[in-house]
């Protein structure tokens, strides 16, 4: 579950995505992730290609392209956008 979600002009960050880390997305760097649970834990490097994020009447709106690596494995490319209006009251 994600506790929280910071986008800011260079970067988006996930905190609490299930095992406790924090997945930080900044095109042209790569971070990692330790995923803890009770089969043992599992670091993933996050690769991100391309990120976007831009404000416009309201609307947060972002998005990554990235790939995860385990060790020196490729295991998947994603892609994930995140939109955010205002709740209508």
Not at 17 to 40: H, I, L, P, W
Not at 76 to 81: G, I, L, R, V
Request: proline share 1%; net charge neutral.
């Amino acid at each position: 579950m994600v506790k929280r979600l910071k986008v800011t002009e260079k970067l988006m960050a996930i905190t609490g995505n299930g095992g406790g880390g924090e997945m930080v997305f900044e095109k042209g760097k790569e971070t990692s992730v330790f995923y803890g649970g009770s089969q043992g834990g599992l670091r993933l490097d996050i690769r991100t290609r391309a990120f976007e994020a831009r404000e416009e009447e309201g609307l947060l709106w972002a998005r990554v392209e990235y790939a995860l690596y385990s060790g020196h494995s490729h295991v998947s490319d994603n892609c994930m956008e995140v939109r955010i209006c205002p709740r209508e009251v």
